[in-house]
């Protein structure tokens, strides 16, 4: 029998802020998991063996934490993010990028933003800080993103389809 992939769904909002949003987050009842603070995240390749098929590897370290996250490619929708995502801690980051090195990955993307992490209901919410703007993800099911959406009035003029990584790279940050 086949293993059943678990499936992130997600949206990226332009916001005009990080601190405009936080009093209504926690007036929709989002409670604050992790303080604003900073992320690290490095993107993994192979001879461009993952982004040939849509595919990502990062390793990123946030709220005191390591993560190895394997993305999928995405399934089409006109405004949500779709795909197969299977993310692990790991306790020894160094260990896991001489395990990668090793395979034959290597590092061909870092990028840094701050991160503040919200949840309610199944449904996480994320303030992130970019060099370049802020943004809001919604992470759950997506009929809880888009109720989110409405009571925070955003709709679909804030959506941002491309990556962090793409973005980084469009603001020659990369």
Do not use: N
């Not at 993010?81 to 990668?100: F, H, N, V, W, Y």
Request: proline share 8%.
């Amino acid at each position: 029998m086949a293993h059943q992939l678990p499936i992130e769904t997600e949206v990226k909002l332009r916001i005009p802020s990080t601190e405009s949003l936080r009093p209504l987050l926690t007036a929709l009842g989002f409670a604050p998991m992790e303080p604003m603070q900073a992320e690290e995240s490095v993107l993994w390749d192979r001879d461009g063996e993952l982004i040939s098929k849509g595919s990502a590897l990062r390793l990123r370290r946030y709220g005191g934490r390591s993560l190895l996250t394997w993305k999928g490619p995405q399934t089409p929708d006109p405004a949500l993010k779709i795909r197969p995502e299977i993310q692990t801690i790991i306790s020894d980051p160094a260990a896991m990028e001489g395990i990668l090195t090793a395979l034959g990955y290597a590092p061909v993307f870092r990028m840094s933003k701050r991160r503040a992490t919200f949840q309610r209901d199944g449904l996480e919410a994320c303030l992130d800080e970019t060099p370049f703007g802020s943004y809001l993800e919604l992470e759950g099911d997506p009929q809880s993103i888009r109720l989110a959406m409405e009571h925070l009035g955003l709709d679909a003029s804030h959506i941002e389809p491309r990556s962090y990584a793409a973005l980084f790279q469009a603001h020659g940050l990369a």
